[in-house]
Protein backbone atom coordinates (compact mmCIF):
# COMPACT_ATOMS: atom_id res chain seq x y z
CA UNK A 1 0.00 0.00 0.00
CA UNK A 2 0.80 3.78 -0.21
CA UNK A 3 3.89 4.92 -3.15
CA UNK A 4 6.94 3.30 -3.65
CA UNK A 5 9.66 5.99 -2.81
CA UNK A 6 12.28 4.01 -5.46
CA UNK A 7 9.96 5.11 -8.06
CA UNK A 8 10.13 9.10 -7.03
CA UNK A 9 12.70 11.08 -8.84
CA UNK A 10 14.16 15.13 -8.67
CA UNK A 11 14.32 16.01 -12.10
CA UNK A 12 17.35 17.70 -13.54
CA UNK A 13 17.49 21.56 -13.96
CA UNK A 14 16.76 21.68 -17.39
CA UNK A 15 14.25 19.26 -17.31
CA UNK A 16 12.47 21.33 -14.44
CA UNK A 17 13.39 24.79 -16.20
CA UNK A 18 11.53 23.18 -18.76
CA UNK A 19 8.18 22.22 -17.14
CA UNK A 20 8.25 25.40 -15.63
CA UNK A 21 7.82 27.15 -19.01
CA UNK A 22 5.52 24.52 -20.20
CA UNK A 23 3.07 25.13 -17.17
CA UNK A 24 3.51 29.11 -16.34
CA UNK A 25 0.99 31.62 -16.59
CA UNK A 26 1.70 35.37 -17.50
CA UNK A 27 -0.82 36.52 -15.11
CA UNK A 28 1.09 35.01 -12.47
CA UNK A 29 4.74 35.78 -13.52
CA UNK A 30 6.19 36.02 -10.58
CA UNK A 31 5.37 32.66 -9.48
CA UNK A 32 7.39 31.18 -11.81
CA UNK A 33 10.32 34.00 -12.20
CA UNK A 34 11.22 34.19 -8.40
CA UNK A 35 11.76 31.20 -7.23
CA UNK A 36 14.26 28.28 -7.31
CA UNK A 37 12.15 25.34 -7.69
CA UNK A 38 12.74 21.47 -7.52
CA UNK A 39 10.52 19.39 -9.68
CA UNK A 40 9.86 15.79 -8.58
CA UNK A 41 7.70 13.24 -10.39
CA UNK A 42 6.68 10.28 -9.27
CA UNK A 43 4.97 7.14 -11.22
CA UNK A 44 1.24 6.98 -10.77
CA UNK A 45 0.52 3.10 -10.55
CA UNK A 46 -3.48 3.88 -11.12
CA UNK A 47 -2.81 6.40 -14.43
CA UNK A 48 -1.28 4.56 -17.21
CA UNK A 49 1.75 6.36 -18.06
CA UNK A 50 1.46 9.25 -15.98
CA UNK A 51 3.13 10.50 -12.75
CA UNK A 52 2.71 13.46 -10.06
CA UNK A 53 5.20 16.25 -10.35
CA UNK A 54 6.02 18.40 -7.81
CA UNK A 55 7.03 21.93 -8.36
CA UNK A 56 8.71 22.99 -4.96
CA UNK A 57 11.32 24.79 -2.53
CA UNK A 58 10.94 22.69 0.40
CA UNK A 59 14.10 24.05 2.18
CA UNK A 60 12.43 27.61 2.50
CA UNK A 61 9.94 28.47 5.08
CA UNK A 62 6.46 28.88 4.66
CA UNK A 63 7.25 26.35 2.15
CA UNK A 64 5.76 26.01 -1.35
CA UNK A 65 4.68 23.83 -3.98
CA UNK A 66 2.17 23.72 -7.18
CA UNK A 67 0.86 19.84 -7.76
CA UNK A 68 -0.02 18.93 -11.57
CA UNK A 69 -0.55 14.79 -12.90
CA UNK A 70 1.49 14.59 -16.28
CA UNK A 71 2.61 12.65 -19.10
CA UNK A 72 5.96 14.39 -19.86
CA UNK A 73 3.82 16.46 -22.24
CA UNK A 74 0.04 16.59 -21.23
CA UNK A 75 0.39 18.74 -17.50
CA UNK A 76 -2.96 18.66 -15.56
CA UNK A 77 -3.07 21.27 -12.95
CA UNK A 78 -3.92 20.48 -9.43
CA UNK A 79 -6.34 22.66 -8.29
CA UNK A 80 -7.24 20.75 -5.14
CA UNK A 81 -10.61 19.26 -5.90
CA UNK A 82 -11.30 15.76 -8.01
CA UNK A 83 -11.60 17.96 -11.14
CA UNK A 84 -8.22 16.32 -12.79
CA UNK A 85 -8.27 13.28 -11.45
CA UNK A 86 -12.10 12.85 -13.22
CA UNK A 87 -11.03 14.39 -16.29
CA UNK A 88 -8.17 11.65 -17.04
CA UNK A 89 -11.13 9.36 -15.59
CA UNK A 90 -13.15 10.24 -18.31
CA UNK A 91 -10.08 10.20 -20.77
CA UNK A 92 -9.42 6.68 -20.48
CA UNK A 93 -6.24 6.68 -18.43
CA UNK A 94 -7.44 4.74 -15.05
CA UNK A 95 -6.01 1.01 -15.02
CA UNK A 96 -7.51 -0.01 -11.41
CA UNK A 97 -6.41 -3.25 -9.90
CA UNK A 98 -6.54 -4.90 -6.52
CA UNK A 99 -2.47 -4.19 -6.73
CA UNK A 100 -3.02 -0.24 -6.87
CA UNK A 101 -6.51 0.13 -5.46
CA UNK A 102 -4.79 1.49 -2.15
CA UNK A 103 -2.41 3.90 -3.77
CA UNK A 104 -5.48 5.56 -6.04
CA UNK A 105 -7.47 6.27 -2.84
CA UNK A 106 -4.82 7.54 -1.04
CA UNK A 107 -3.91 9.98 -3.36
CA UNK A 108 -7.22 10.93 -4.02
CA UNK A 109 -7.77 12.19 -0.13
CA UNK A 110 -4.74 13.71 -0.68
CA UNK A 111 -5.17 15.77 -3.65
CA UNK A 112 -8.84 16.62 -3.28
CA UNK A 113 -10.61 18.39 -0.74
CA UNK A 114 -14.26 19.32 0.27
CA UNK A 115 -14.81 21.14 3.52
CA UNK A 116 -18.19 19.66 4.37
CA UNK A 117 -16.73 15.60 3.86
CA UNK A 118 -14.45 14.94 7.18
CA UNK A 119 -13.25 11.88 5.05
CA UNK A 120 -9.20 10.88 5.03
CA UNK A 121 -8.04 7.17 3.92
CA UNK A 122 -5.38 5.73 5.99
CA UNK A 123 -3.16 3.48 3.72
CA UNK A 124 0.44 3.53 6.04
CA UNK A 125 -0.56 4.56 9.60
CA UNK A 126 3.38 5.74 10.12
CA UNK A 127 1.82 8.62 7.77
CA UNK A 128 -1.53 9.35 8.92
CA UNK A 129 -3.32 12.59 8.98
CA UNK A 130 -3.81 13.71 12.66
CA UNK A 131 -1.44 14.89 15.33
CA UNK A 132 -2.28 16.50 18.73
CA UNK A 133 -2.72 14.87 22.30
CA UNK A 134 -5.09 12.12 20.43
CA UNK A 135 -2.87 11.00 18.28
CA UNK A 136 -1.66 7.59 20.21
CA UNK A 137 -4.94 6.60 20.04
CA UNK A 138 -5.91 7.34 16.84
CA UNK A 139 -2.33 5.48 15.52
CA UNK A 140 -3.12 2.24 17.46
CA UNK A 141 -6.64 1.87 16.06
CA UNK A 142 -5.52 2.99 12.67
CA UNK A 143 -2.99 -0.11 13.39
CA UNK A 144 -5.89 -2.25 14.29
CA UNK A 145 -8.11 -1.72 11.37
CA UNK A 146 -4.72 -1.62 8.90
CA UNK A 147 -4.21 -4.88 10.18
CA UNK A 148 -7.69 -6.41 8.90
CA UNK A 149 -7.98 -4.37 5.20
CA UNK A 150 -8.78 -6.03 2.71
CA UNK A 151 -9.83 -5.53 -1.19
CA UNK A 152 -11.74 -7.42 -3.67
CA UNK A 153 -13.71 -7.53 -6.93
CA UNK A 154 -17.04 -7.48 -7.80
CA UNK A 155 -17.98 -8.82 -10.79
CA UNK A 156 -21.69 -7.89 -10.64
CA UNK A 157 -21.35 -4.53 -9.31
CA UNK A 158 -18.67 -3.99 -11.18
CA UNK A 159 -16.73 -2.73 -8.30
CA UNK A 160 -13.88 -3.29 -5.75
CA UNK A 161 -15.12 -3.54 -2.16
CA UNK A 162 -12.20 -2.20 0.47
CA UNK A 163 -11.67 -2.62 3.66
CA UNK A 164 -9.42 0.12 5.71
CA UNK A 165 -8.92 2.17 8.18
CA UNK A 166 -10.45 6.05 7.14
CA UNK A 167 -10.86 9.20 9.37
CA UNK A 168 -14.22 10.91 9.34
CA UNK A 169 -15.64 13.15 11.56
CA UNK A 170 -12.45 13.28 13.36
CA UNK A 171 -12.48 9.85 14.50
CA UNK A 172 -10.01 6.61 13.03
CA UNK A 173 -12.83 4.03 12.37
CA UNK A 174 -13.02 0.93 10.16
CA UNK A 175 -14.34 1.60 6.59
CA UNK A 176 -16.15 0.45 3.68
CA UNK A 177 -14.93 2.17 0.74
CA UNK A 178 -16.42 1.09 -3.12
CA UNK A 179 -14.16 2.24 -6.27
CA UNK A 180 -15.93 1.24 -9.69
CA UNK A 181 -14.05 0.58 -12.34
CA UNK A 182 -14.39 3.95 -13.80
CA UNK A 183 -12.92 5.98 -10.39
CA UNK A 184 -15.82 6.66 -9.07
CA UNK A 185 -15.39 6.21 -5.41
CA UNK A 186 -18.36 6.03 -2.28
CA UNK A 187 -17.78 5.64 1.38
CA UNK A 188 -19.97 2.87 2.34
CA UNK A 189 -19.67 2.46 6.15
CA UNK A 190 -19.69 4.10 8.84
CA UNK A 191 -21.77 6.45 7.06
CA UNK A 192 -22.86 6.62 3.18
CA UNK A 193 -20.32 9.10 1.80
CA UNK A 194 -20.40 9.88 -2.43
CA UNK A 195 -16.94 11.27 -2.97
CA UNK A 196 -16.06 11.39 -6.68
CA UNK A 197 -19.53 10.77 -8.54
CA UNK A 198 -19.11 13.34 -11.21
CA UNK A 199 -22.27 14.96 -9.87
CA UNK A 200 -20.31 18.37 -9.13
CA UNK A 201 -19.51 20.89 -11.12
CA UNK A 202 -15.93 22.65 -11.88
CA UNK A 203 -14.19 25.39 -12.71
CA UNK A 204 -11.64 25.41 -15.20
CA UNK A 205 -8.42 24.28 -14.18
CA UNK A 206 -5.72 27.21 -13.77
CA UNK A 207 -4.25 28.88 -10.93
CA UNK A 208 -6.91 31.55 -10.38
CA UNK A 209 -8.86 31.18 -6.53
CA UNK A 210 -12.65 31.84 -7.27
CA UNK A 211 -12.97 32.80 -3.02
CA UNK A 212 -10.01 34.90 -2.91
CA UNK A 213 -10.83 37.98 -1.99
CA UNK A 214 -13.29 36.20 0.95
CA UNK A 215 -10.42 34.08 1.92
CA UNK A 216 -8.04 37.00 2.17
CA UNK A 217 -10.85 38.60 4.31
CA UNK A 218 -11.49 36.29 6.85
CA UNK A 219 -7.40 35.18 7.38
CA UNK A 220 -6.61 38.87 8.03
CA UNK A 221 -9.62 39.43 10.74
CA UNK A 222 -8.35 36.87 12.65
CA UNK A 223 -4.86 37.58 12.13
CA UNK A 224 -5.74 40.79 13.39
CA UNK A 225 -7.06 39.81 16.41
CA UNK A 226 -3.44 39.37 17.51
CA UNK A 227 -1.26 42.51 17.83
CA UNK A 228 1.53 41.87 16.37
CA UNK A 229 -0.44 40.08 13.81
CA UNK A 230 -2.19 43.91 13.37
CA UNK A 231 1.43 45.54 13.28
CA UNK A 232 2.56 42.61 10.54
CA UNK A 233 -0.49 43.53 8.12
CA UNK A 234 -0.34 47.17 8.55
CA UNK A 235 3.43 47.08 7.80
CA UNK A 236 3.17 45.10 4.49
CA UNK A 237 0.24 47.05 3.69
CA UNK A 238 1.95 50.54 4.45
CA UNK A 239 4.73 49.66 2.12
CA UNK A 240 2.15 48.40 -1.43
CA UNK A 241 2.67 44.72 -0.59
CA UNK A 242 -0.19 42.71 -1.19
CA UNK A 243 -1.21 38.87 -1.21
CA UNK A 244 -2.86 36.79 -4.00
CA UNK A 245 -4.42 33.22 -3.51
CA UNK A 246 -3.68 30.69 -5.80
CA UNK A 247 -5.49 27.04 -6.04
CA UNK A 248 -3.76 24.25 -5.23
CA UNK A 249 -2.84 21.27 -3.03
CA UNK A 250 -2.77 21.80 1.07
CA UNK A 251 -2.15 25.41 2.64
CA UNK A 252 1.19 26.69 1.44
CA UNK A 253 3.01 29.79 0.59
CA UNK A 254 5.59 31.76 -0.82
CA UNK A 255 6.98 35.44 -0.61
CA UNK A 256 8.28 36.41 -4.07
CA UNK A 257 9.31 40.05 -3.06
CA UNK A 258 8.68 42.24 -0.77
CA UNK A 259 5.45 43.54 -2.33
CA UNK A 260 3.90 40.51 -3.54
CA UNK A 261 3.35 36.57 -2.18
CA UNK A 262 0.96 33.80 -2.92
CA UNK A 263 -0.93 31.20 -0.87
CA UNK A 264 -2.19 28.06 -2.01
CA UNK A 265 -5.63 27.00 -0.97
CA UNK A 266 -7.99 24.13 -2.43
CA UNK A 267 -10.34 25.34 -5.06
CA UNK A 268 -13.31 24.29 -2.48
CA UNK A 269 -12.47 26.23 0.84
CA UNK A 270 -14.11 29.03 1.58
CA UNK A 271 -13.72 29.81 5.23
CA UNK A 272 -10.53 31.14 7.05
CA UNK A 273 -8.21 28.10 8.05
CA UNK A 274 -5.67 27.70 11.28
CA UNK A 275 -2.71 26.15 8.40
CA UNK A 276 -4.03 28.28 6.02
CA UNK A 277 -2.78 31.48 8.42
CA UNK A 278 -0.03 30.05 9.50
CA UNK A 279 1.32 29.74 5.75
CA UNK A 280 0.29 33.91 5.68
CA UNK A 281 1.73 34.60 8.80
CA UNK A 282 4.85 33.16 7.19
CA UNK A 283 4.86 35.08 4.04
CA UNK A 284 3.94 38.66 5.78
CA UNK A 285 6.88 38.14 7.82
CA UNK A 286 9.13 37.29 4.69
CA UNK A 287 8.09 40.19 3.14
CA UNK A 288 8.73 42.39 6.01
CA UNK A 289 12.54 40.83 6.28
CA UNK A 290 13.12 41.97 2.70
CA UNK A 291 11.89 45.10 3.14
CA UNK A 292 14.31 45.36 6.19
CA UNK A 293 17.23 44.15 3.46
CA UNK A 294 17.08 40.41 4.74
CA UNK A 295 17.73 38.29 1.96
CA UNK A 296 18.15 34.42 1.69
CA UNK A 297 20.89 34.58 -0.93
CA UNK A 298 21.60 32.98 -3.82
CA UNK A 299 20.81 28.74 -3.65
CA UNK A 300 23.30 28.44 -6.49
CA UNK A 301 26.19 30.63 -5.52
CA UNK A 302 28.33 29.60 -2.21
CA UNK A 303 25.85 26.66 -0.32
CA UNK A 304 26.95 27.20 3.06
CA UNK A 305 26.04 31.24 2.59
CA UNK A 306 22.53 30.64 1.29
CA UNK A 307 22.59 27.64 3.93
CA UNK A 308 23.16 29.84 6.78
CA UNK A 309 20.78 32.36 6.00
CA UNK A 310 18.21 30.78 4.65
CA UNK A 311 18.26 28.60 8.07
CA UNK A 312 18.36 32.41 9.81
CA UNK A 313 15.32 33.55 8.14
CA UNK A 314 13.00 30.20 8.35
CA UNK A 315 14.05 30.45 12.35
CA UNK A 316 12.76 34.03 12.38
CA UNK A 317 9.74 33.31 10.51
CA UNK A 318 8.82 30.46 12.97
CA UNK A 319 9.62 32.27 15.82
CA UNK A 320 7.01 35.15 14.90
CA UNK A 321 4.37 32.17 14.01
CA UNK A 322 4.97 31.23 17.61
CA UNK A 323 4.53 35.31 18.88
CA UNK A 324 1.62 35.65 17.19
CA UNK A 325 0.02 32.07 17.45
CA UNK A 326 0.21 33.13 21.57
CA UNK A 327 -1.57 36.00 20.94
CA UNK A 328 -4.29 34.61 18.98
CA UNK A 329 -4.41 31.88 21.62
CA UNK A 330 -5.27 34.37 24.26
CA UNK A 331 -8.54 35.02 21.75
CA UNK A 332 -9.48 32.02 21.76
CA UNK A 333 -7.73 31.05 18.54
CA UNK A 334 -5.66 28.08 19.99
CA UNK A 335 -6.53 25.71 16.91
CA UNK A 336 -3.47 27.93 15.08
CA UNK A 337 -0.56 26.94 17.54
CA UNK A 338 -2.24 23.23 17.52
CA UNK A 339 -1.89 22.66 13.95
CA UNK A 340 1.64 24.32 13.90
CA UNK A 341 2.27 21.95 16.58
CA UNK A 342 0.66 18.87 14.69
CA UNK A 343 2.79 20.44 11.58
CA UNK A 344 6.33 19.21 13.07
CA UNK A 345 7.34 22.36 14.84
CA UNK A 346 6.39 21.29 18.63
CA UNK A 347 10.19 21.79 19.68
CA UNK A 348 10.50 25.00 18.24
CA UNK A 349 7.88 26.05 20.41
CA UNK A 350 9.02 24.60 22.70
CA UNK A 351 12.29 26.52 22.70
CA UNK A 352 10.21 29.66 21.89
CA UNK A 353 8.33 29.36 25.45
CA UNK A 354 11.91 28.53 26.88
CA UNK A 355 13.73 30.88 25.45
CA UNK A 356 16.20 28.04 24.24
CA UNK A 357 19.70 29.44 22.91
CA UNK A 358 18.86 30.75 19.09
CA UNK A 359 21.86 28.39 17.31
CA UNK A 360 20.17 25.32 18.98
CA UNK A 361 16.84 26.16 17.70
CA UNK A 362 18.60 26.42 14.53
CA UNK A 363 19.86 23.18 14.94
CA UNK A 364 16.38 21.68 15.56
CA UNK A 365 14.92 23.47 12.19
CA UNK A 366 17.83 21.82 10.38
CA UNK A 367 17.17 18.52 11.09
CA UNK A 368 13.13 19.24 10.56
CA UNK A 369 14.11 20.31 7.11
CA UNK A 370 16.77 17.66 6.52
CA UNK A 371 19.57 19.85 6.44
CA UNK A 372 23.62 19.37 7.37
CA UNK A 373 25.00 22.29 9.22
CA UNK A 374 28.67 22.65 8.91
CA UNK A 375 29.85 22.80 12.27
CA UNK A 376 32.75 25.84 12.48
Given at each position: M?????K????D??E????????????????FD?P?????????????????????N?????????DY?????DH???D????T????????A????E??????????S???????????????????P?????A????????K??????????V??????????????G??V????Q????????????????????T?????L??????E?????????????????????????N???????????G???????A??????????????????????????????????????????????????????????I?LK???????LA????????????????????????????????????????G??????
Amino acid sequence: MGFDPAKTQLLDTFETRKFIEAVRDERFAALFDGPSYGLWATELSFLDGYSHYVLANKAVIPYFTLDYISNGSDHYFLDGSEHTLELLCNRGALCLSEDNIFDYLQFFSDMAFYPHRKVKFITDPTHAPYGGAAAMGHHFKALKYHADSSVYYDVGKEAFEVVMPVLYNGETVKGHVQVKKDGEITLLEPVNVPLMDRTRDHVPLDYDHLAEKELLEQNIGVLTLSEEGKRLWETIQNYGGHIRFVSGVGYNAIATSAQEAFVIAPENLRAYSPYQLIAIIGVLRDMELQLMGEMRGDPFGDGGEFTEKNCAINLDILLKICTIGDELAEQGYEEVLDRFKRAGFGKIYSGYKNDMDLEYMAELLAEHLGIEVAEE
